[in-house]
């Protein structure tokens, strides 16, 4: 997991899904005078965004809104935001209903997240990061079961190195400069955080997938224990 603040990765990953996330390479792109790299302060934190829906300060329609504006200014980012956008926008609608309502909500109840390429969605593709076992998943991923049974709105998968196998994702931009990398294989996953794009990504880690693309981006990467979180549903470089 991915997060702009170690105690919000901590608690929500003992709250919803205990998971692991990887980082990335970038190719220059200039940033929009919008999209750049928010303070650590206003980097949607997890329990900041929490906070707002519920004072009514903010819906998950707005935070979601301002994920998919965040994540177009950043192509590269997210792979699959013209399909998972729009099913996201009616996930947040959802969540602004039932808060609404008074019903009962998840502990992550419309906060936008992102999960890496190789983590199985029910009607996204997953690539992988290119084409080899690139696949329309049918099941959702154990992960991204706890997430979403949790209420969180799905922005999209990030990029990643293909099949997880090494320390750069290419074409993905590190928000903090053109040219710097993002390390791998889970780039676009720390990327996400760092850009504000969300509050925590998923992805995975075998030596140093999320602990290095955090560290370069300037955010939050856990690596859980071995056995922890679930792989079913998901393609890691190795079983460990």
Wanted: hydrophobic share 40%.
């Amino acid at each position: 997991m991915i997060s702009a603040s170690v105690d919000k990765a901590a608690d929500a990953i003992r709250r919803a899904a205990p998971l692991a996330t990887e980082w990335a390479t970038p190719s220059p792109i200039a940033p929009t005078s919008r999209a750049r790299p928010l303070t650590q302060d206003q980097c949607g934190q997890l329990g900041e965004l929490l906070s707002v829906m519920t004072s009514g300060e903010a819906t998950s329609l707005d935070l979601t809104m301002r994920a998919v504006d965040r994540a177009r200014a950043w192509p590269g980012i997210v792979v699959d935001l013209d399909r998972a956008g729009p099913r996201a926008l009616e996930a947040a609608a959802e969540a602004d209903r039932r808060r609404s309502l008074g019903q009962p909500l998840g502990a992550l109840a419309g906060v936008p997240v992102t999960v890496k390429d190789n983590v199985d969605v029910r009607g996204l593709v997953s690539g992988q990061g290119g084409w080899l076992g690139r696949h329309e998943s049918t099941a959702d991923s154990a992960c991204w079961s706890r997430l979403l049974d949790e209420g969180s709105v799905l922005i999209g998968h990030t990029s990643m190195h293909e099949l997880a196998w090494g320390l750069t994702t290419p074409g993905c931009p590190n928000p903090w400069g053109t040219g710097l990398s993002t390390g791998g294989s889970s780039g676009g996953a720390a990327a996400s955080v760092a850009a504000g794009i969300v509050p925590i990504s998923i992805g995975t880690d075998t030596g140093g997938s999320i602990r290095v693309p955090a560290a370069l981006c300037g955010v939050a990467g856990l690596r859980p224990t071995h056995g922890v979180p679930s792989l079913r549903g998901v393609a890691p470089l190795a079983p460990s």
